[in-house]
């Protein structure tokens, strides 16, 4: 039972049970603004009259699809995504590049076993590869002069 009592304080299940509540009320706030605004600013435009697209229908052998009330939906899950893009999505990204770009490179990959390794070394500790020096060279080996 202790571990169960853990699961439930640690901070990221309260910070997921949190976004839930947060995204489940903003999406009633989204339908909201569907259906009172958006539909009948399209009726507006279209002929005047505030359509409700729940009841657009059609029939195909006798089933009947209801394409009206999808496109509300279309709609709603559109606004919900275009909103975490540009209130979410993009800072993050920002923030996440101004934070990384100072960030000065401390590993290089091997060219033989591509794995990081230090800017520094001389010789991969992997696959023990001479790596090529700055000049296009291989690094001298340490411990022997040239001739």
């Keep these: 039972m202790t571990g169960f ?10 910070e997921l049970a949190v ?3 947060i995204g489940a009320a903003f999406s009633g706030l989204v339908e909201a603004l569907v259906a009172d605004i958006i539909t009948p600013l ?23 699809f209801q394409y009206g009330d999808f496109v509300n939906h279309a709609l709603s ?8 893009y540009w209130l979410v999505v993009l ?6 590049g101004l ?10 990959q ?3 076993c591509l794995s990081d390794i230090p800017v520094a070394a001389r010789r991969c500790a992997f696959c023990t590869a ?9 690094a001298p080996a340490h411990g022997r002069h040239s001739a």
């Design 5 to 14: 009592k853990k699961f439930l304080v640690r901070g990221n299940l309260v």
């Design 19 to 21: 976004a839930v509540v």
């Design 42 to 64: 399209i009726g507006a435009v279209t002929g005047g009259h505030q359509p409700n697209f729940a009841d657009y229908t059609f029939t195909v052998n006798g089933a009947k």
């Design 77 to 84: 899950f559109l606004i919900v995504a275009a909103v975490i």
């Design 91 to 96: 800072p993050m990204t920002r923030l996440l």
């Design 99 to 108: 934070l990384t770009r100072d960030k000065a490179v401390t590993e290089k």
């Design 110 to 112: 091997c060219p033989e």
């Design 130 to 138: 001479v790596l090529v020096g700055p000049a296009g060279s291989p």
